[in-house]
């Protein structure tokens, strides 16, 4: 019968393992751990089985101790961590930016990053960078499954569209009131992690669990900065979390370096930033099962579309999910997805698509809300 292996991270020094009775050492992983910081630990010449040392400093006289069934993995030199053991949060990505003066932004982790990433190549024969990327997404495909696994997966919904939307369209209001209410019901809102369609979910759930005066107000403070290549974009909405602190409510933005030029937005409480542009958006795909709301978007809402109703029609997660259209002039005329999607349902071409069309907000809601995972 094949078993699996459950490991326990350890980021700090002040949670090193006791051994067991033999001095023996086994299933942890070790993350940027100073052992030289630990010469009591070290001295005691524990023998390690089966444990991961993700960038540490390993003293000479604890390496014998480390057995053949362990991984080594040396620090690598790049400006993030490779290793990184948790989802990151706006002040992680952010930090060194100060609000009250917006060119520090230039230097801050998540520019830096950027920069670095554009300076390498977003495509690249560096074994050393390939090998970085694709270390640190993994890092973070984890971290985000410890995050999901928290919730039943029927909570998590997701919001696709453009990240041109407007922060003074009524469209954004109106998705930023839909996923207040979602969020207020119990569903984890999940986005691309950008501004647009993707910041307006965030907002909402940002906002969960206070008034609808305070949304209105939230929505005035950022509409003096209309798009992310407005000035003041970024601040206005250090603004709003700071006003309106939120520590209840959860939001997961799942962005991508590969569009670094687009800023991921702060007002998610839990950012999964992958370098990987397609893992990133499969895996958005994949975890919200509790249902898909499409706003207008252009190419990439329309691969999105298509790429739902794919998982859908081969019920690849168990069953279907709700696939949401929230604008029916767009989805009929403008881009007839729709229309496109029940045609091919009538005529058996797709199958077990659940699909509903609306302009309004509450039939929205209702009907993510309806949704058991059972229809």
Request: glycine share 8%; net charge negative; proline share 5%.
């Amino acid at each position: 019968m094949f078993t699996t292996t459950s490991y326990k991270q350890i980021e700090s020094l002040d949670k090193l393992p006791a051994p067991d009775g033999t001095g023996l050492v086994m299933h942890y992983v070790f993350q940027y751990i100073d052992f030289n910081r630990a010469p009591q630990y070290v001295a005691a010449r524990h023998r390690f089985s089966d444990c991961f040392f993700f960038g540490c400093e390993i003293p000479t006289e604890m390496e014998d101790g480390i057995g053949s069934s362990c991984l080594v993995f040396p620090r690598m030199g790049m400006p993030y961590s490779v290793f990184r053991g948790k989802l990151y949060n706006a002040e992680c990505l952010y930090e060194g930016y100060d609000p009250e003066d917006e060119d520090t932004f230039a230097n801050c982790f998540d520019s830096r990053v950027y920069s670095d990433y554009i300076q390498k190549g977003k495509e690249t024969d560096n074994i050393r960078e390939t090998l970085g990327r694709s270390l640190h997404d993994h890092a973070i495909g984890e971290a985000m499954n410890d995050f999901l696994s928290r919730f039943d997966e029927r909570q998590i919904v997701a919001v696709m569209g453009g990240h041109a939307l407007r922060r003074t369209d009524e469209s954004y209001r109106k998705l930023a009131y839909i996923s207040k209410r979602l969020t207020e019901r119990g569903k984890i809102m999940a986005s691309g992690g950008g501004p647009g369609a993707m910041e307006a979910t965030h907002l909402g759930a940002w906002m969960a669990g206070k008034s609808q005066e305070e949304l209105e107000d939230a929505l005035a403070m950022l509409s003096v900065a209309p798009t992310f290549r407005d000035p003041g974009w970024l601040r206005t909405a250090f603004e709003v979390r700071k006003k309106y602190p939120q520590e209840i409510y959860r939001s997961l933005g799942i962005p991508t370096w590969f569009y670094g030029h687009e800023p991921s937005t702060p007002l998610a409480t839990d950012i999964a930033k992958y370098f990987m542009n397609s893992m990133r958006e499969d895996i958005l795909l994949s975890i919200s099962k509790g249902g898909i709301i499409y706003s207008p978007g252009s190419a990439g809402t329309m691969q999105e579309i298509f790429q739902d109703a794919a998982q859908n029609h081969y019920t690849s997660f168990g069953y279907a999910s709700p696939m949401v259209f929230f604008d029916t002039k767009f989805f009929s005329e403008t881009i007839p997805v729709y229309p496109l999607l029940e045609d091919l349902m009538a005529r058996g071409v797709y199958k077990n698509l659940i699909l509903s069309i609306t302009d309004e907000p509450e039939e929205v809601i209702s009907n993510i809300l309806s949704f058991t995972g059972n229809n």
